[in-house]
T-cell receptor
Framework: EADIYQTPRYLVIGTGKKITLECSQT?????MYWYQQDPGMELHLIHY???????EKGDLSSESTVSRIRTEHFPLTLESARPSHTSQYLC???????????FGAGTRLSVL | GESVGLHLPTLSVQEGDNSIINCAYS??????FIWYKQESGKGPQFIID?????DKRQGQRVTVLLNKTVKHLSLQIAATQPGDSAVYFC?????????FGTGTRLQVFP
């Protein structure tokens, strides 16, 4: 069982609101990732980090931003939510030199 | 561009039968592959992995086969159980990233 936690699990919010999705892991992994997944579809990488103060954009363009101030914490922020942001957001982590990524349970976001 | 795709979106099997889920990849330089299982309401869970210098790897009730000639891999689940019902993804590891294909939904009937 992976020790990676995401909150909230579900979020329904109005257009224009600022939101932050939390992701924390207790495994000491230096690499962390954010994926976006529509129901039943593949995962798309939107952000990743190699360690503290490292953030990179993924293959899928996203209006969200991330920060990595602490090893265990990798929050994702949307400054102004829109209905097009409605999706599931999955956080993952891995250890350098090990390719297996461990996933959290995800946050299902609905923007009205 | 690189793509990782699955042949069938849904696979229905009877409990106790063996299941085979297929995956094709396009990048011949890919050297590592992972299978994930995603149950409803959960994040993907690691099942098994295989490196390109292998053509078969076995786990508990699961076997992954890799055919580099045709760029194809498969996940075989022996004696499929109701708890195996989920969406299965193959992922290709390349340049420090995992590229996920479209999942296959496995439905197990009694």
């Amino acid at each position: 069982e992976a020790d990676i936690y995401q909150t909230p699990r579900y979020l329904v919010i109005g257009t224009g609101k600022k939101i932050t999705l939390e992701c924390s892991q207790t495994m000491g992994h230096d690499k962390m990732y954010w994926y976006q997944q529509d129901p039943g579809m593949e995962l798309h990488l939107i952000h990743y980090s190699y360690g503290v103060n490292s953030t990179e954009k993924g293959d899928l363009s996203s209006e969200s931003t991330v920060s990595r101030i602490r090893t265990e914490h990798f929050p994702l922020t949307l400054e102004s939510a829109r209905p097009s942001h409605t999706s599931q957001y999955l956080c993952a982590s891995s250890m350098t030199g090990v390719n297996i990524q461990y996933f959290g349970a995800g946050t299902r976001l609905s923007v009205l | 561009g690189e793509s990782v795709g699955l042949h069938l979106p849904t696979l229905s099997v009877q409990e106790g039968d063996n299941s085979i889920i297929n995956c094709a990849y396009s990048n011949s330089a890919s050297d590592y592959f992972i299978w994930y299982k995603q149950e409803s309401g959960k994040g993907p869970q690691f099942i098994i992995d295989i490196r390109s210098n292998m053509d078969k790897r076995q786990g508990q009730r699961v076997t992954v086969l890799l055919n580099k000639t045709v760029k194809h891999l498969s996940l075989q689940i022996a004696a499929t159980q109701p708890g195996d019902s989920a969406v299965y993804f193959c992922a290709d590891y390349n340049t420090d990233k995992l590229i996920f294909g479209t999942g296959t939904r496995l439905q197990v009937f009694p």
